[in-house]
């Protein structure tokens, strides 16, 4: 697995600004073959930032306003150690039908999320819009099973995932 971080120049990335074609230009950058069952998920956490998780590294070439890309394998994280994690979801539940969570209950739904793979210890959240609405939430945990974090990584977490949503950033929290 690998993690691309592609700077995009705005002005140049027309069009991609809608989570469908943003989807389409990343799953073509990955894997040319739309038949093919690779993982990819991916995630605009700013205008000018791409972040893509793939089976494969990407062609960043062919995503539209691409200008640099850093590629690295995917990181492992150990039980025990504190992260700072972020992700784009749209927290929903299935209550005959899939139905948008109330901002009270997002705290229990991470949790369950996280369930095995994180201890939380924080989250913030900003709403982003959407519908149903996306929320980029951020915090801490502590890793409790590494093997079950990799998992959450590769798979994503909520619904979405085709259209830049569930891609669980991880990364060591600095030492104070």
Known sequence: MYLARINLDPARSSGMDQWAAMGQAVRRAVDPDPASEARVLWARTSPS????????????????????AAIHPLSRHPEGESVRWELISAPTARRGKRVPLAEDEFEDWLSGKFAGALDLASAKWKRLGGRPARYHFTGEAVVRDSDALQELCLNGIGAGTATGAGLLLVSPLAPQ
């Open 49 to 68: 930032t791409l972040v893509i998780s793939s089976d494969t590294a990407p062609a960043w070439g062919k995503v539209p306003g691409a200008t640099s």
